[in-house]
Protein backbone atom coordinates (compact mmCIF):
# COMPACT_ATOMS: atom_id res chain seq x y z
CA UNK A 1 0.00 0.00 0.00
CA UNK A 2 1.29 3.38 -0.84
CA UNK A 3 2.67 5.81 2.26
CA UNK A 4 -0.50 7.65 3.90
CA UNK A 5 -0.12 11.47 4.98
CA UNK A 6 -2.21 13.77 6.04
CA UNK A 7 -2.62 17.08 3.90
CA UNK A 8 -2.05 20.57 5.49
CA UNK A 9 -4.33 22.92 6.17
CA UNK A 10 -4.16 26.75 4.54
CA UNK A 11 -5.74 29.71 3.75
CA UNK A 12 -5.53 31.48 0.71
CA UNK A 13 -7.35 34.50 0.14
CA UNK A 14 -10.94 32.93 0.74
CA UNK A 15 -10.05 29.40 0.08
CA UNK A 16 -9.75 26.84 2.93
CA UNK A 17 -6.96 24.81 0.88
CA UNK A 18 -5.54 21.19 1.77
CA UNK A 19 -1.74 21.18 0.53
CA UNK A 20 0.27 18.51 -0.96
CA UNK A 21 3.47 19.44 0.88
CA UNK A 22 6.02 16.64 -0.39
CA UNK A 23 5.22 18.26 -4.13
CA UNK A 24 7.08 21.21 -3.14
CA UNK A 25 10.29 19.68 -2.09
CA UNK A 26 9.96 18.58 -6.33
CA UNK A 27 8.82 22.40 -7.52
CA UNK A 28 5.57 21.96 -7.71
CA UNK A 29 3.02 23.79 -5.61
CA UNK A 30 -0.38 22.11 -5.61
CA UNK A 31 -3.07 21.75 -3.43
CA UNK A 32 -6.87 20.13 -3.07
CA UNK A 33 -9.99 22.58 -2.87
CA UNK A 34 -12.34 22.35 -0.07
CA UNK A 35 -16.29 23.05 -0.21
CA UNK A 36 -15.44 26.39 1.16
CA UNK A 37 -14.37 29.79 0.35
CA UNK A 38 -16.67 30.13 -2.96
CA UNK A 39 -19.38 32.29 -3.78
CA UNK A 40 -22.25 29.01 -4.92
CA UNK A 41 -25.34 28.30 -3.60
CA UNK A 42 -26.70 25.39 -1.25
CA UNK A 43 -26.65 22.30 -2.81
CA UNK A 44 -23.30 23.66 -4.59
CA UNK A 45 -22.04 25.60 -1.35
CA UNK A 46 -19.72 26.92 -1.60
CA UNK A 47 -16.78 26.11 -3.89
CA UNK A 48 -18.04 24.15 -6.48
CA UNK A 49 -15.83 24.42 -9.71
CA UNK A 50 -17.97 22.32 -11.88
CA UNK A 51 -19.81 24.04 -14.85
CA UNK A 52 -21.89 20.44 -15.52
CA UNK A 53 -23.53 20.02 -12.65
CA UNK A 54 -26.42 22.80 -12.57
CA UNK A 55 -24.77 25.32 -10.72
CA UNK A 56 -25.37 29.48 -11.85
CA UNK A 57 -22.24 29.71 -14.77
CA UNK A 58 -21.74 32.88 -13.07
CA UNK A 59 -20.53 31.77 -9.35
CA UNK A 60 -18.57 28.90 -11.11
CA UNK A 61 -16.55 31.41 -13.24
CA UNK A 62 -16.16 33.50 -9.80
CA UNK A 63 -15.14 30.31 -7.91
CA UNK A 64 -12.54 29.25 -10.51
CA UNK A 65 -11.44 32.72 -10.39
CA UNK A 66 -10.99 32.33 -7.03
CA UNK A 67 -8.71 29.04 -7.48
CA UNK A 68 -6.28 30.77 -10.11
CA UNK A 69 -5.28 33.42 -7.47
CA UNK A 70 -4.12 30.74 -5.25
CA UNK A 71 -2.29 29.16 -7.66
CA UNK A 72 -0.86 32.33 -8.75
CA UNK A 73 -1.94 32.24 -11.80
CA UNK A 74 -4.59 34.59 -14.21
CA UNK A 75 -7.78 33.23 -14.83
CA UNK A 76 -7.02 32.12 -18.11
CA UNK A 77 -4.15 30.45 -16.66
CA UNK A 78 -6.01 27.43 -14.73
CA UNK A 79 -5.97 24.82 -17.38
CA UNK A 80 -9.77 22.52 -16.92
CA UNK A 81 -10.85 20.15 -19.74
CA UNK A 82 -14.34 18.35 -20.14
CA UNK A 83 -13.94 15.24 -18.35
CA UNK A 84 -15.40 11.81 -20.11
CA UNK A 85 -14.19 9.54 -17.55
CA UNK A 86 -11.88 8.31 -20.57
CA UNK A 87 -8.17 8.07 -21.55
CA UNK A 88 -7.16 11.60 -23.60
CA UNK A 89 -4.72 13.39 -22.38
CA UNK A 90 -3.66 16.96 -23.75
CA UNK A 91 -0.19 18.94 -23.11
CA UNK A 92 -0.81 22.41 -22.22
CA UNK A 93 1.70 24.82 -23.63
CA UNK A 94 -1.15 27.82 -22.49
CA UNK A 95 -4.38 27.19 -20.47
CA UNK A 96 -6.50 27.89 -23.44
CA UNK A 97 -5.10 24.74 -24.72
CA UNK A 98 -7.30 22.45 -22.56
CA UNK A 99 -10.31 24.98 -23.24
CA UNK A 100 -13.27 22.93 -24.69
CA UNK A 101 -11.05 19.61 -24.61
CA UNK A 102 -12.28 16.47 -24.12
CA UNK A 103 -9.91 14.84 -21.91
CA UNK A 104 -9.48 13.13 -18.44
CA UNK A 105 -5.28 13.85 -18.19
CA UNK A 106 -3.28 17.04 -18.42
CA UNK A 107 0.21 17.87 -18.69
CA UNK A 108 2.60 20.61 -18.58
CA UNK A 109 6.60 21.78 -18.01
CA UNK A 110 4.92 25.82 -18.31
CA UNK A 111 5.15 27.86 -15.47
CA UNK A 112 2.90 30.14 -16.12
CA UNK A 113 -0.07 27.30 -16.42
CA UNK A 114 -2.00 25.75 -13.18
CA UNK A 115 -3.26 22.21 -14.34
CA UNK A 116 -6.63 21.43 -12.41
CA UNK A 117 -8.70 18.12 -12.42
CA UNK A 118 -12.16 17.74 -10.68
CA UNK A 119 -13.86 15.04 -8.63
CA UNK A 120 -16.36 14.00 -6.43
CA UNK A 121 -15.62 10.89 -5.75
CA UNK A 122 -12.91 9.88 -8.13
CA UNK A 123 -9.66 9.81 -7.67
CA UNK A 124 -7.71 12.83 -8.47
CA UNK A 125 -3.63 11.85 -9.43
CA UNK A 126 -1.02 14.29 -9.52
CA UNK A 127 2.38 13.26 -11.23
CA UNK A 128 5.38 15.08 -10.70
CA UNK A 129 8.88 14.46 -12.88
CA UNK A 130 11.27 16.99 -10.87
CA UNK A 131 14.34 16.12 -13.20
CA UNK A 132 12.58 17.66 -16.40
CA UNK A 133 10.33 20.38 -14.53
CA UNK A 134 7.25 17.98 -15.91
CA UNK A 135 3.72 17.26 -14.56
CA UNK A 136 0.13 16.13 -15.19
CA UNK A 137 -3.02 15.52 -13.16
CA UNK A 138 -5.40 12.80 -13.98
CA UNK A 139 -9.03 12.44 -13.01
CA UNK A 140 -9.00 8.17 -12.32
CA UNK A 141 -12.68 7.08 -11.78
CA UNK A 142 -13.35 3.19 -12.32
CA UNK A 143 -13.90 3.40 -15.87
CA UNK A 144 -11.01 5.60 -16.86
CA UNK A 145 -8.81 3.17 -14.79
CA UNK A 146 -10.31 0.49 -17.21
CA UNK A 147 -9.70 2.06 -20.24
CA UNK A 148 -6.04 3.47 -19.26
CA UNK A 149 -6.25 7.15 -18.71
CA UNK A 150 -3.11 6.58 -16.04
CA UNK A 151 -1.11 4.09 -18.67
CA UNK A 152 -1.57 6.82 -21.24
CA UNK A 153 -0.78 9.92 -19.06
CA UNK A 154 2.12 7.98 -17.81
CA UNK A 155 3.51 7.68 -21.78
CA UNK A 156 3.75 11.21 -22.28
CA UNK A 157 6.77 11.08 -19.36
CA UNK A 158 10.12 10.26 -20.69
CA UNK A 159 11.27 7.78 -17.51
CA UNK A 160 8.75 6.71 -15.56
CA UNK A 161 11.07 5.25 -12.67
CA UNK A 162 11.92 8.93 -12.29
CA UNK A 163 8.49 9.63 -11.44
CA UNK A 164 6.79 11.05 -7.81
CA UNK A 165 2.91 10.18 -7.88
CA UNK A 166 0.65 11.56 -5.35
CA UNK A 167 -3.27 10.34 -4.88
CA UNK A 168 -5.68 12.73 -3.67
CA UNK A 169 -8.95 12.53 -2.24
CA UNK A 170 -11.40 10.25 -2.74
CA UNK A 171 -13.99 7.59 -1.91
CA UNK A 172 -13.34 4.81 0.71
CA UNK A 173 -13.77 1.29 -0.30
CA UNK A 174 -16.43 1.21 2.26
CA UNK A 175 -18.67 3.85 0.97
CA UNK A 176 -18.55 2.72 -2.94
CA UNK A 177 -20.53 -0.15 -3.60
CA UNK A 178 -20.34 -1.68 -7.01
CA UNK A 179 -22.00 -4.89 -9.50
CA UNK A 180 -20.79 -7.86 -10.44
CA UNK A 181 -20.04 -6.10 -13.82
CA UNK A 182 -17.82 -2.97 -12.38
CA UNK A 183 -16.05 -5.83 -10.25
CA UNK A 184 -15.16 -8.04 -12.78
CA UNK A 185 -12.68 -5.43 -14.25
CA UNK A 186 -10.94 -5.38 -10.96
CA UNK A 187 -10.82 -9.15 -10.32
CA UNK A 188 -7.17 -9.35 -10.71
CA UNK A 189 -5.85 -6.64 -8.66
CA UNK A 190 -5.17 -7.73 -4.96
CA UNK A 191 -7.33 -6.34 -1.92
CA UNK A 192 -9.27 -3.91 -4.51
CA UNK A 193 -12.55 -6.19 -3.69
CA UNK A 194 -14.17 -6.60 -0.70
CA UNK A 195 -17.44 -8.99 -0.29
CA UNK A 196 -20.37 -7.19 0.14
CA UNK A 197 -23.96 -8.40 0.43
CA UNK A 198 -25.16 -10.71 -2.38
CA UNK A 199 -23.29 -10.39 -5.67
CA UNK A 200 -21.97 -6.58 -4.42
CA UNK A 201 -18.85 -5.74 -4.22
CA UNK A 202 -16.92 -2.39 -2.70
CA UNK A 203 -13.90 -1.32 -4.69
CA UNK A 204 -11.27 0.16 -3.78
CA UNK A 205 -10.29 2.76 -6.08
CA UNK A 206 -7.07 4.18 -4.14
CA UNK A 207 -5.96 0.60 -4.04
CA UNK A 208 -6.49 0.05 -7.84
CA UNK A 209 -4.70 3.63 -8.34
CA UNK A 210 -2.09 2.70 -6.89
CA UNK A 211 -1.61 -0.99 -8.08
CA UNK A 212 -1.94 0.75 -11.53
CA UNK A 213 0.93 3.32 -10.45
CA UNK A 214 3.10 0.35 -9.49
CA UNK A 215 2.17 -2.21 -11.94
CA UNK A 216 3.58 0.63 -14.80
CA UNK A 217 6.97 1.13 -13.27
CA UNK A 218 6.47 4.04 -10.78
CA UNK A 219 8.83 3.19 -7.66
CA UNK A 220 7.03 2.21 -4.35
CA UNK A 221 8.37 4.61 -1.94
CA UNK A 222 7.54 7.48 -4.32
CA UNK A 223 3.59 6.62 -4.45
CA UNK A 224 2.40 8.79 -1.74
CA UNK A 225 -1.77 9.07 -1.04
CA UNK A 226 -3.74 11.25 1.29
CA UNK A 227 -5.83 10.25 4.11
CA UNK A 228 -8.71 11.75 3.84
CA UNK A 229 -11.55 10.58 1.96
CA UNK A 230 -14.66 12.41 0.50
CA UNK A 231 -17.50 9.84 2.13
CA UNK A 232 -19.73 12.10 4.35
CA UNK A 233 -19.55 15.05 1.88
CA UNK A 234 -18.33 17.45 4.62
CA UNK A 235 -14.74 18.72 3.89
CA UNK A 236 -15.17 17.55 0.02
CA UNK A 237 -17.87 17.22 -2.27
CA UNK A 238 -19.51 13.45 -3.06
CA UNK A 239 -21.32 12.55 -5.82
CA UNK A 240 -22.31 9.26 -3.77
CA UNK A 241 -23.47 11.30 -0.47
CA UNK A 242 -25.71 13.82 -1.91
CA UNK A 243 -26.91 14.65 -5.36
CA UNK A 244 -26.61 17.13 -7.02
CA UNK A 245 -23.22 17.94 -6.60
CA UNK A 246 -20.34 19.84 -6.83
CA UNK A 247 -17.12 19.29 -7.49
CA UNK A 248 -13.21 20.08 -6.64
CA UNK A 249 -10.11 20.37 -7.55
CA UNK A 250 -6.70 19.36 -7.64
CA UNK A 251 -4.71 22.03 -8.88
CA UNK A 252 -0.92 21.99 -9.89
CA UNK A 253 1.70 24.04 -11.16
CA UNK A 254 5.40 24.00 -11.73
CA UNK A 255 7.55 25.90 -9.62
CA UNK A 256 10.75 27.83 -10.97
CA UNK A 257 13.29 29.06 -8.62
Not at 53 to 80: I, K, S, W
Not at 169 to 183: D, F, K, L, N
Request: charged fraction near 25%; aromatic fraction near 4%; include cysteine.
Amino acid sequence: MPRLVTLSAQRRGSLDLRVIDAARELGVDAFVTTRSGGVSAAPYDTLNLGDHVGDDPERVRENRRRVAAAAGVATDGLATAVQTHGRDVVEVVRARDADGARADALITSSPDVALSVLVADCVPVLLVDPLRGRLAVAHAGWRGLVVGVLENALAHFERIRDLHAFIGPAISAERYQIGPEVAAHFAAVPSALLADGGDRSRLDLVRVVEWQLRHAGVRDERVVACAERTDDAALFFSDRAARPSGRFALVARRLVA
